[in-house]
C-alpha cells in the first residue's frame, strides 16, 4: 500500500502571509496527486488535480508542484476563507486512493 | 446542478448491517467512476471503496474488505454501499464522491453512520 505523509499538521498563519504546505508518498506516484480543502462540517472541495493542474473554479492564488514522491501545496496570499484543513491523496493506484493526515491551517 | 445527496445513514449496533444510497444528479452518471469516503468524528478522510462506471471493477480499502460492497444501478443513478458486520471504528461520516485518477470532483453532504450499543 502506499502511505501518504503531511507536514506540518497544522499551522498559524495570518491574512496575507504565504503558506506552503509538503506530502511525501512512501513510493513513486509520478504526478498522480490531488489536493483537497476541507471547512468543519462540510465535503472536501478539490483544488488541485495532477500534482499541478487547477482545478476549474479554484483562485489561482493556490498552486500545487512536485512528481514522484515529494509534492507542494501553495497559497501565495492566505485569504479569510482559506483557513481550512488540507489534505493531499495519491491516485496512482487503484488499490487506494489514499489520502495524506491532513494540513489545519488556522488564523494566528 | 450537479448533485450527490446521501441517505440510509443511522445508528446500528455492533455486528449489524446498513446499506447507504447515493443519488445522482446534474452530470452522466454512468460515465463516472464512483467511491465510498468516510471521516471518523475530528479524524481525517479515509478511502473506502471505488466502482469504475460501468460497474465492471471494484476495489476496497483492507478495513472494510470482506465487510463492505460497492455496487450501482445505472438505470437510476444511483450507487450503493452494503455494510455488513459493523464495527465500532465504522462510526463516521460517509461521503459518495465521484472521480478518477484525476481526483474526485464531485462529494455529497455525507450521511452519518454510528455503531454503538
Known amino acids: 500500500d502506499i502511505q501518504m505523509t503531511q507536514s506540518p499538521s497544522s499551522l498559524s498563519a495570518s491574512v496575507g502571509d504565504r503558506v506552503t504546505i509538503t506530502c511525501r508518498a512512501s513510493q513513486s506516484i509520478s504526478s498522480y496527486l490531488n489536493w483537497y480543502q476541507q471547512k468543519p462540517g462540510k465535503a472536501p472541495k478539490l483544488l488541485i488535480y495532477?500534482?499541478?493542474s487547477l482545478q476549474s473554479g479554484v483562485p489561482s492564488r493556490f498552486s500545487g508542484s512536485g512528481s514522484g514522491t515529494d509534492f507542494t501545496l501553495t497559497i501565495s496570499s492566505l485569504q479569510p476563507e482559506d483557513f481550512a484543513t488540507y489534505y493531499c491523496?495519491?491516485?496512482?493506484?487503484?488499490?487506494?486512493?489514499?489520502f495524506g493526515p491532513g494540513t489545519k491551517v488556522d488564523i494566528k | 446542478q450537479v448533485q450527490l445527496v446521501e441517505s440510509g445513514g443511522g445508528v446500528v449496533q455492533p455486528g449489524g448491517s446498513l446499506r447507504l444510497s447515493c443519488a445522482a444528479s446534474g452530470f452522466t452518471f454512468s460515465s463516472y467512476g464512483m467511491h465510498w469516503v468516510r471521516q471518523a468524528p475530528g479524524k481525517g478522510l479515509e478511502w473506502v471503496a471505488f466502482?469504475?462506471?460501468?460497474?465492471?471493477?471494484?476495489y476496497y480499502a483492507d478495513s472494510v474488505k470482506g465487510r463492505f460492497t460497492i455496487s450501482r444501478d445505472n438505470s437510476k443513478n444511483t450507487l450503493y454501499l452494503q455494510m455488513n458486520s459493523l464495527r465500532a471504528e465504522d462510526t463516521a461520516v460517509y461521503y459518495c464522491?465521484?472521480?478518477?485518477?484525476?481526483?474526485?470532483?464531485?462529494w455529497g453532504q455525507g450521511t452519518m453512520v454510528t455503531v454503538s450499543s
Open positions: 464522491s465521484g472521480g478518477s485518477s484525476l481526483g474526485f470532483d464531485i
Open positions: 491523496q495519491q491516485s496512482y493506484s487503484t488499490l487506494g486512493f489514499t
Open positions: 466502482i469504475r462506471y460501468d460497474g465492471s471493477n471494484k
Open positions: 495532477a500534482a499541478s
